[in-house]
Every structure is written in structure tokens, then in C-alpha cells.
């Protein structure tokens, strides 16, 4: 199987509970952020993403926070279902006037019956 | 249907050959990328292309090489210099030119080098 995601920070959540995936960036002038999802041999999925100029954005399912103080992003998953089991991480995209994407290890999530 | 399609999804090279790994999305972006994911890493940017005809050279693009003669195709070689070449690559691609675009994967290519 696919190997991507060994040795990486676990968080199991009880089915129909929340979670909370946590992400600290590196450029305190990126200005746009994403977070993807990826499952076990497959590409990366968009899942939402966020501009410097919010702190907070809601989607389905899905919220993701944004502080910029203490350069650090979060990934809000109401009511973890057994397909959420994944790989999460963040990326953001620093001003710098490059079309570059710094991107964080990953978190992966197990969505425990 | 549209999307980025990579192929083949598994890919195994003897020692000493290029190979090329293929590209094509139909979401008429400007913008395409290649990355190289390895376990336990982030994504690593190998090459990207804001437009046709051009393409910039990412921070691991050594032994690497790519070609953007028409805009929904972006194929990457790896050539026999690349040194650990065996891990998952990755395209991508954005609908602009310039920051704060949403970036869309494909679903990868695994090299295996034997």
C-alpha cells in the first residue's frame, strides 16, 4: 500500500465526535492558505481554503481558523464519519511574488467505530 | 468530465533509464505543477508552469526535466542523473497566474526504480 504518512502525528477521534487538526506555518506574509485531505494512494483532495483577511471560514462539514498572531491554522471536522480517515495537511501560498506552496507534513486521522 | 488525469499509476524503472511521466488537464488552468512526495514529508516542488512555453524550475529539480508545448499538458522526465528517484509524484495545476489560487492534484504516479 501506500507508504506516504508513516511515522506522522496521529489523532483518533470517536465516530460522530469532532475533531481538530492543527497546522503551524512558516511565513508570517502568506496571505492564503488550503487544507487538503489524502487517502491512502491517491492525489490530494482541496478540501477548503482561507485568505489572510478572514479568521475563520466555514464549508461542509468543515471549518477552518486562522491566526495570524501565532501563525497557526486549524481544521474543524463536525461529526468525524469513517470516511474523513485520511491524511490532512496544510498549505499556504507566501506573497513573495512566486507561484511557490509551502506545505506541512500531515496529520492522520482515524476515525474510530 | 473534467480534471487532471496522470498516468501510468504505477511505474517501474531499471537503473540508468529516463522515463516520463504523464499530465493532462482538461480545467483550462494556466498554472501546472509537478511534485515529488516522499514519506514522512511534505511536498516537495520539483518544476511549475505559469503558460505555455514556460516553466520554472522548483527546489529539487535536479535530474528532473518537463515541457509545456501545450496548455493542458505538462510531462515530467526523470532522467537516469536523478539520484532516489523511487517515491509518488504528483500534478497539479491552477485555474491564474500569480498567488492565492487554488492548487488541484491529480492522482499520482508511483515510480519504483528496480
Known amino acids: 500500500g501506500e507508504s506516504v504518512g508513516l511515522h506522522l502525528p496521529t489523532l483518533s477521534v470517536q465516530e460522530g465526535d469532532n475533531s481538530i487538526i492543527n497546522c503551524a506555518y512558516s511565513n508570517s506574509a502568506s496571505d492564503y492558505f488550503i487544507w487538503y485531505k489524502q487517502e491512502s494512494g491517491k492525489g490530494p483532495q482541496f478540501i477548503i481554503d482561507i485568505r489572510s483577511n478572514m479568521d475563520k471560514r466555514q464549508g461542509q462539514r468543515v471549518t477552518v481558523l486562522l491566526n495570524k498572531t501565532v501563525k497557526h491554522l486549524s481544521l474543524q471536522i463536525a461529526a468525524t464519519q469513517p470516511g474523513d480517515s485520511a491524511v490532512y495537511f496544510c498549505a499556504e501560498n507566501p506573497t513573495s511574488g512566486t507561484y511557490k506552496y509551502i506545505f506541512g507534513t500531515g496529520t492522520r486521522l482515524k476515525v474510530l467505530a | 468530465d473534467g480534471g487532471i488525469t496522470q498516468s501510468p499509476k504505477y511505474l517501474f524503472r531499471k537503473e540508468g533509464q529516463n522515463v516520463t511521466l504523464s499530465c493532462e488537464q482538461n480545467l483550462n488552468h494556466d498554472a501546472m505543477y509537478w511534485y515529488r512526495q516522499d514519506p514522512g514529508q511534505g511536498l516537495r516542488l520539483i518544476y511549475y508552469?505559469?503558460?505555455?512555453?514556460?516553466?520554472q524550475k522548483g527546489d529539487i529539480a535536479e535530474g528532473y526535466s518537463v515541457s509545456r508545448e501545450k496548455k493542458e499538458s505538462f510531462p515530467l522526465t526523470v532522467t537516469s542523473a536523478q539520484k532516489n528517484p523511487t517515491a509518488f509524484y504528483l500534478c497539479?495545476?491552477?485555474?491564474?497566474?500569480?498567488?492565492?489560487?487554488?492548487?488541484?492534484f491529480g492522482p499520482g504516479t508511483r515510480l519504483t526504480v528496480l
Open positions: 508552469s505559469q503558460i505555455v512555453n514556460d516553466f
Open positions: 497539479a495545476s491552477s485555474p491564474r497566474r500569480g498567488v492565492g489560487n487554488e492548487q488541484f
